[in-house]
């Protein structure tokens, strides 16, 4: 049976980097295993009325589940995973229940920093776009903000 929700395969600890905390694999992941599948919840005011804090957590519900004007703050780890380019996992809705789904996209070791990425159209684990981090004023950890 399909579980509606299932806890992490990881655990939250400092990345020792300015990132601070992060999300790490509790053992090897396969591609295409399912990580985390958590429940959300949904907020229904407009993305730009949200406190900044609640802002850099949510979901773009509209985007990702066809909701508009509602947002998502996902429970278990799903609001604390950090950004990378290329991520190791893919989010998507999961509608019955009102919840994401993260799911593995390579092979992922033991220890190694789960990511998702901020800017992938639906959920992808790339993306040619950088407007999360500019939407908050946010320069990227290793990126030099003069250039």
Known sequence: MDPLFQTSLGYLAP?????????????SIGPGEVVEKVPVILLRTEFDQLENDLRQRVFDWERIASMPGT???ALGYGSMYNHAN???MRYDSVLEGNGIRFTAVRAIGQGEELTINYDG????PDSTEDVWFPMFGIVPVGVDPNE
């Open 121 to 124: 159209r639906g959920g992808d």
């Open 71 to 73: 947002s998502a703050l």
């Open 86 to 88: 290329p991520a190791n």
């Open 15 to 27: 990345t020792g980097t300015a990132k601070g905390l992060g999300v790490f694999a509790t053992r």
